[in-house]
């Protein structure tokens, strides 16, 4: 949790004291197995990577098997951001429940210009707790932003201290350049935390680009989802993936958003009043509501479920 001579972000948290805030994130699969790979296994296609360090291995579901699905709680930011000073074991551990980040795992595709796909992926434990520094660090950068105007240089120099990997990504820019790799997310982060070194572009611009980045990076956009158990067709803001979730809810608490939701009824964008719907939940703008379009569709239900039970 957070630590007491930490700067108070109270605008950051809700009343229970929670960083968290409510999204209307999609649910997405949980890996079949995590495991940790030790220093000396080898990575992806057959060669090591050229520093050793920890790295978790996040199995796919087999195609026979139905995947388990990741339903966000409502405080997952604030578990996430955490996992700065975790250990490999716990790191695993939320892995396994939340999925992978899907960010900065094995750069060799990149690097030779061709993508593999395997049965797992790879993903530095350095990597998962630099982007629980990062988001923390973040919300420390735009509080101070808010109430004082006084930047943390800890705050930017957390961001601009990238893992190897990373520093591998920016160190190959020309040659990822060459590759077609111009609108690479992790290609643009990493290349703009290099420019971070500097304090001369430690700014509120920066600031805004790299919550963007942060966005696209868990490829953070709206998604159409039509279940196939016949419910109405609904608009999520999130891919389904543990960093476009984390990523949205980021942004929606620097932008003190409580959430972002369409009306099931009128396809409206509007703020519920106390929190998001759940997953496959109907929900109604104030003036839907007001016009008594909740008891229609619930008289709907009731006697099309009458009707199923009258046929058998």
């Known amino acids: 949790m957070m630590r007491s001579n930490e700067i108070a972000l109270a605008d950051h948290f809700d009343e229970n004291g929670r960083l968290a805030t409510t999204t209307t994130a999609t649910e997405w699969a949980r890996p079949y197995r995590v495991e940790i790979v030790d220093y000396s296994d080898p990575l992806p296609f057959g060669r090591a990577p050229k520093v050793y360090e920890p790295t978790l291995k996040l199995f796919r579901y087999p195609e026979d098997k139905a995947p388990y699905v990741v339903r966000p709680r409502v405080d997952l930011l604030e578990r996430f951001i955490d996992l700065g000073d975790a250990t490999e074991t716990q790191l695993r551990n939320f892995a396994s429940r939340y999925g992978g980040l899907d960010v900065f795992g094995s750069q060799e595709y990149k690097l030779k210009g061709e993508l593999q796909r395997t049965n797992a992926s790879f993903e530095s434990c350095n990597v998962w707790r630099y982007f629980a520094r990062v988001m923390f660090a973040s919300l420390r950068i735009a509080s101070r ?23 591998q990504i920016a160190d190959n820019r020309d040659k990822l350049l060459k590759l077609g790799y111009r609108d690479d997310p992790e290609l643009h982060w990493a290349i703009s935390t290099r420019f971070l070194q500097k304090e001369g572009f430690r700014h509120r611009f920066t600031l805004v680009d790299l919550f963007n980045q942060l966005l696209a990076l868990g490829k953070v956009r709206p998604w159409l989802l039509w279940p196939e158990d016949g419910t109405r067709a609904r608009v999520v803001y999130s891919s389904p993936r543990l960093l476009s ?18 009306c099931s009824h009128c396809g409206r964008e509007y703020t519920p009043t106390q929190r998001a719907p759940k997953a496959n939940q109907r929900n109604f703008c104030p003036e839907c509501r007001k016009a008594g379009i909740p008891k229609k569709y619930a008289l709907k239900d009731y006697r099309e479920k009458q009707r199923s039970e009258r046929h058998g």
């Not at 932003?145 to 990373?166: F, H, L, M, N, Y």
């Open 245 to 262: 979730y984390l990523s949205l809810q980021l942004c929606l608490r620097v932008g003190k958003v409580n959430a972002f939701v369409v």
């Open 145 to 167: 932003k808010r109430q004082d105007g006084e930047d943390s240089r800890a705050d930017w120099e957390t961001i601009a201290t990238v893992p190897s990997i990373v520093s």
